[in-house]
T-cell receptor
Framework: SAVISQKPSRDICQRGTSLTIQCQVDSQVTMMFWYRQQPGQSLTLIAT?????????ESGFVIDKFPISRPNLTFSTLTVSNMSPEDSSIYLC???????????FGPGTRLTVL | AQSVTQLGSHVSVSEGALVLLRCNYSSSVPPYLFWYVQYPNQGLQLLLK??????LVKGINGFEAEFKKSETSFHLTKPSAHMSDAAEYFC?????????????FGQGTELSVKP
């Protein structure tokens, strides 16, 4: 397995502001993903973070709201822009190592928007 | 399109009793199937997975699951529940890695273990 860290682990933010979440892994991975877990709900894929190019977004998620960067193979950021209380969720980074069929998850960032 | 259905959002068992968490999937291609566990205020941890080969797979903490293609099921079991098993359990299905490897999750089942 790989070691995945996320920062911050939790935050409380005001409506209308933006928060950038960082994901750092300890090995060079093929694919990195960002998921959202709304309160009491399951996980929903936001996007696949592509190294050196624009992320691939799932239906219902757009770049203006959730800009993603991945400048290298071990680091990615997700920004939650112009936040509203509906954005209160746990945001999780995950990765799949080259040659593996398994995704591993970071500890998550617990976001509360007031 | 792939999908996962977990029957029962909450399951309660007594300590020492059998744990059975149900998962059914829909997939147009041979599925890769996973069970993850989420302890309170933590991320997801892989319990076990099925990709190809033996249909009965064993995972960590005494859990196992059996892939039944005819029933499109991948139920999770443990012979004897322990208090430390109390958590949220997610079943997930994936395209084969060379087709994107995205995970589709079920709604989750919260397992409670009574002393």
């Amino acid at each position: 397995s790989a070691v995945i860290s996320q920062k911050p682990s939790r935050d409380i933010c005001q409506r209308g502001t933006s928060l950038t979440i960082q994901c750092q892994v300890d090995s060079q991975v093929t694919m990195m993903f960002w998921y959202r877990q709304q309160p009491g709900q399951s996980l929903t894929l936001i996007a696949t973070a592509n190294q050196g190019s624009e992320a691939t977004y799932e239906s219902g998620f757009v770049i203006d709201k959730f800009p993603i960067s991945r400048p290298n193979l071990t680091f990615s950021t997700l920004t939650v822009s112009n936040m509203s209380p509906e954005d209160s969720s746990i945001y999780l980074c995950s990765l799949r190592v080259q040659g593996s069929d398994t995704q591993y998850f970071g500890p998550g960032t617990r976001l509360t928007v007031l | 399109a792939q999908s996962v259905t977990q029957l029962g959002s909450h399951v309660s068992v007594s300590e020492g009793a059998l744990v059975l968490l149900r998962c059914n999937y829909s997939s147009s291609v041979p599925p890769y199937l996973f069970w993850y566990v989420q302890y309170p205020n933590q991320g997801l941890q892989l319990l076990l997975k099925y990709t190809t080969g033996a249909t009965l797979v064993k995972g960590i903490n005494g859990f196992e699951a059996e892939f039944k293609k005819s029933e499109t099921s991948f139920h999770l079991t443990k012979p004897s529940a322990h208090m430390s098993d109390a958590a949220e359990y997610f079943c997930a299905v994936s395209d084969q890695p060379n087709q994107g490897g995205k995970l589709i999750f079920g709604q989750g089942t919260e397992l409670s273990v009574k002393p």
